[in-house]
């Protein structure tokens, strides 16, 4: 299976890095308009074919798949050539700038008839995923209450600079992964009441969101995001999960401890994400998921299966992002219905 990929940026290398780790995957051309960042990438991983025009590289074609690692404003007409070209796409999340370039976007792949993913990987990381796991499981009966929390005062403007510039900030550039999770664990939601505010007096958006889920299956959920949080232990990047149910509790606490209490027992186990060779700590968590999306999406190619974070799935996940803002606008609750 072969591969291309646009934009060589920050977060690419790790992708690139999952890419020469999968078993039977080639990434054979890249493309980056910055030409220093395109040369350093191509250099560092071997790869000859490098473009500064994706319109370029569609036309020259020979691969199967591209995996679109730029941001948001970029998405739309990459995902629209992507589809024109016939290829597969992967697609780096947040997903779209607004909700019709997304409907837009899953149209266009739908009408290529190609497999359209998102690159929503904090549900896969290793940790989260063993709680959905558990959850699914019925370990603790019917949920009814759930936390899910990710707060912390790393620096992410030294390697994102552009995370200061946007106007909105924390519920698109991480909130998002944090409510995806929500959905992973809880269901659909059919409202959501938010209130947002920026501490640090540096950067346009906003830094902290804390946001009440209504899911239809009957859960409420808090979904709480900070990058104000000056707090040790530092716990950048982990999502910390605090989940009631009928028959017990889950709890995803700090170092990557999952216990869960039910039938009078209570069980602790370490669900640390293991550190890859090319990884480094505290990003570890995040690089691991990066490999495990790219597998899965390979595999679905394989099995000719639609990804669990396919363009439709994250279509709730991004309206849900929307609707944070839109009720921390208005001061009101808003139903998912109104977008
Ligand atoms: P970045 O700005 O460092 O890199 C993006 C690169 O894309 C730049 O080098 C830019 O020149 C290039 N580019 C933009 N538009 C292009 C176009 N039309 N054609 C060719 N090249 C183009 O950004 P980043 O920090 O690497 O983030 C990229 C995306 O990854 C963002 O959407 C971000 O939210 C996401 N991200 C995801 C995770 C995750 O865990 N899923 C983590 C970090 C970042
Ligand atoms: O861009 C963000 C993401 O997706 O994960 C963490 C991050 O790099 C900074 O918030």
Not at 15 to 25: E, F, K, N, S, T
Not at 102 to 121: D, P, Q, T
Not at 269 to 281: M, N, Q, S
Not at 294 to 310: A, I, M
Request: net charge negative.
């Amino acid at each position: 299976m072969k591969g291309a990929l646009i934009g060589c940026g920050f977060f690419a290398r790790n992708q690139l890095h999952a890419w020469r780790d999968i078993d039977g995957v080639e990434i054979v051309a890249i493309c980056d308009r910055d030409a220093g960042r395109l040369n350093e990438a191509g250099d560092q991983f071997g790869i000859e074919r490098r473009y500064s025009d994706a319109n370029a590289m569609f036309a020259d074609g020979g691969f199967d798949f591209v995996d679109i690692a730029t941001t948001a404003p970029s998405h739309r007409p990459l995902v629209e050539a992507a589809a024109k070209a016939g290829v597969h796409i992967i697609c780096q999340k947040p997903f779209a700038e607004n909700m019709a370039d997304a409907r837009a976007m899953v149209a266009a792949a739908e009408a290529a008839g190609k497999v359209l993913m998102v690159h929503e990987n904090f549900r896969w990381q290793s940790a989260v995923r063993a709680a959905i796991d558990a959850l699914r499981s019925g370990a603790i009966g019917t949920p009814f209450f759930g936390r899910v929390s990710f707060r912390s005062g790393y620096d992410v403007y030294a390697g994102q600079p552009y995370l200061a510039e946007g106007k909105r900030f924390i519920i698109e550039d991480l909130g998002i992964h944090i409510l995806d999770i929500a959905r992973a664990l809880f269901g659909e939601v059919s409202a959501i009441t938010a209130s947002t505010k920026r501490v640090n007096p540096k950067i346009n958006g906003e830094d902290v969101a804390t946001m009440l889920l209504a899911h239809q299956g009957g859960v409420t959920s808090v979904v709480d995001c900070s990058y104000a949080t000056k707090r040790d232990p530092e716990t950048f990047p982990q999502t910390l999960l605090e989940i009631d149910g009928t028959q017990g509790t889950l709890r995803l606490d700090v170092g990557y401890r999952l216990t869960i209490q039910a039938g009078g027992k209570s069980e602790t186990r370490d669900v640390a994400p293991p550190v890859l060779p090319w990884a480094e700590r505290p990003w570890h968590n995040i690089q691991e998921s990066v490999a495990i999306i790219q597998q899965h999406f390979v595999d679905c190619l394989r099995k000719g299966r639609v990804p669990e974070t396919s363009g439709a799935d994250n279509l709730n996940t991004f309206a849900l992002v929307e609707a944070a803002y839109l009720s921390a606008a208005e001061g009101r609750t808003v139903k998912l219905e109104e977008l």
